[in-house]
């Protein structure tokens, strides 16, 4: 907040209706600044209300892979292995997505982006028909994956679901090695001074 404070002397001799207008100037700034803290803690609230209102809580701020640091790329990790299982189980999707996919790439650009976009979606901020829109943009993606599927890892047809259509084990060790190995090349992020902030 930007500090406001009335600085004007009146003179010795000032009238009365110099004074009133001091006074009445001296009000407003006073005013001004309430309005400031206000204006900010509802800036704040509305961010509180924000990670609140986001389904399934937090969703990362930066899920730029190319971007991310190690610490950053363990948390969006995190987030979206436990996503696309949710993703995965909700639609039936192990004989379209395969349990490898965090060794590919491609796919895991695409559910990044799925899954950011579903948290939105289904937050206070978007419109009705942002779900609806959001199940469209699954249907086209189950397509490109099919497209991505060069290794042929997944089955390919559509089967009834039963024990063949689930993530197989050691699917976690094998996406668990795949994650650790991701991380382990990206740069480290700076220390920062003890007490210093950003």
């Not at 404070?5 to 001296?26: G, V």
């Not at 803690?41 to 991310?68: F, N």
């Not at 024990?163 to 699917?171: A, E, H, L, R, V």
Request: charged share 25%; hydrophobic share 40%.
């Amino acid at each position: 907040m930007t500090q406001r404070a009335f600085q004007f002397e009146l003179p010795q001799q000032a009238s009365e209706e110099q004074r009133a207008l001091a006074e009445l100037a001296e009000l407003i700034d006073t005013l001004r600044g309430s309005v400031e803290q206000l204006a900010e803690a509802h800036v704040a609230l509305t961010d509180r209300v924000d990670t609140l209102d986001a389904p399934g809580g937090w969703a990362p701020a930066g899920y730029c892979w190319r971007d991310l640091d190690a610490d950053a790329a363990r948390q969006l990790w995190a987030w979206l292995v436990t996503w696309t299982r949710w993703l995965v189980d909700r639609y039936g999707l192990a004989q379209d997505l395969g349990a490898c996919w965090p060794a590919h790439p491609a796919l895991v650009e695409e559910l990044t982006a799925l899954s950011v976009s579903w948290h939105h979606a289904y937050s206070g901020k978007a419109d009705p028909d942002a779900p609806l829109r959001w199940h469209e943009a699954l249907h086209r993606a189950r397509h490109r994956w099919q497209a991505w599927d060069t290794t042929r890892c997944r089955h390919g047809h559509h089967t009834p679901r039963s024990g063949d259509t689930i993530w197989s084990q050691p699917w976690p060790d094998d996406a668990e090695r795949a994650v650790t190995d991701d991380i382990g090349v990206r740069p480290r992020t700076t220390a920062q001074p003890q007490g210093g902030t950003t």
